[in-house]
């Protein structure tokens, strides 16, 4: 049992450890923070591309809403295949903040 497992199953628990224990359970929280980071990084950095309906339906806006704010550039598409596309990002930013970035 290491100490991690040891603080969450007796966690009012008295020990004494040697150096390298500490030193050995330092190093394995910061591996598992780093890695947790890491993954929330590569998770925020990977963006999604939404259709016009899917957009609507999220903002709750018309064909014609959309549509406007498009030709005022308020809501910028980005053409995949043809076909507009909006960044997700985009759209939880007018969510959270009321406007584009």
Same mark, same amino acid.
């Given at each position: 049992?290491?100490?991690?497992?040891?603080?969450?199953?007796?966690?009012?628990?008295?020990?004494?450890?040697?150096?390298?224990?500490?030193?050995?359970?330092?190093?394995?929280?910061?591996?598992? $923070?780093?890695?947790? &980071?890491?993954?929330?990084? +590569?998770?925020?950095?990977?963006?999604?591309?939404?259709?016009? /309906? *899917?957009?609507?339906?999220?903002?709750?806006?018309?064909?014609?809403?959309?549509?406007?704010?498009?030709?005022?550039?308020?809501? $910028?598409?980005?053409? &995949?295949?043809?076909?507009? +596309?909006?960044?997700?990002?985009?759209?939880?930013?007018?969510? /959270? *903040?009321?406007?584009?970035?």
């Amino acid at each position: 049992m290491n100490i991690s497992e040891l603080a969450q199953c007796a966690p009012a628990i008295n020990i004494t450890i040697t150096a390298a224990d500490l030193k050995d359970f330092a190093t394995q929280l910061i591996a598992e $923070t780093k890695a947790e &980071l890491e993954q929330t990084v +590569r998770e925020s950095n990977a963006e999604a591309y939404l259709t016009g /309906e *899917k957009v609507m339906e999220m903002l709750e806006i018309s064909k014609a809403t959309l549509w406007r704010w498009k030709q005022r550039g308020y809501l $910028t598409p980005v053409r &995949l295949g043809g076909n507009d +596309r909006y960044r997700l990002s985009d759209i939880k930013h007018i969510l /959270e *903040k009321g406007g584009p970035k």
